[in-house]
Nanobody
C-alpha cells in the first residue's frame, strides 16, 4: 500500500515562493508517476504538474509553466513542487497523487496542503 503526505503549504505574498513536499511510503512509490493537483474554492480539482518515476519526464499545466518546477528524490521517497512568482490565482489546496493514470486520476492521494497567496 502506498501513502503520500504533503507538507510545505502556507501563506505567501504575491511574487513569493514556496516549496511543497510529497513524502511517499511503500516500496513501490519510487516506481510510480507522481503528480500535483490543486483545487480552489468553488472550482474543480485541476492538474498542475506530473513527473515520471525516473524523473526524466515532466508535464505542466500552461498556467504554471515557467514558474513551477516538479522534481523527485527517489532515495528519499519524496517529490517536490517548487513554486515561484506566485499569484493570488494560485491559491488552492494542493494535493499530491501517486500512480498517475491520467491528468485527472491517480491511485493514491494525499490529504492536501493549503497554499494562500495574498495580493
Amino acid at each position: 500500500q502506498v501513502q503520500v503526505v504533503e507538507s510545505g503549504g502556507g501563506l505567501v505574498q504575491t511574487g513569493g515562493s514556496l516549496r511543497l513536499s510529497c513524502a511517499g511510503s511503500g516500496r513501490s512509490f519510487g516506481f510510480l508517476g507522481v503528480g500535483w493537483f490543486r483545487q480552489a474554492p468553488g472550482k474543480e480539482r485541476e492538474f498542475v504538474a506530473t513527473i515520471s518515476w525516473t524523473g526524466s519526464t515532466t508535464n505542466y499545466a500552461d498556467s504554471v509553466k515557467g514558474r513551477f518546477t516538479i522534481s523527485r528524490d527517489n532515495a528519499k521517497n519524496t517529490v517536490y513542487l517548487q513554486m515561484n512568482s506566485l499569484k493570488p490565482e494560485d491559491t488552492a489546496v494542493y494535493y499530491c497523487a501517486a500512480g498517475i493514470r491520467s491528468l485527472a486520476t491517480a491511485d493514491y492521494w494525499g490529504q492536501g496542503t493549503q497554499v494562500t497567496v495574498s495580493s
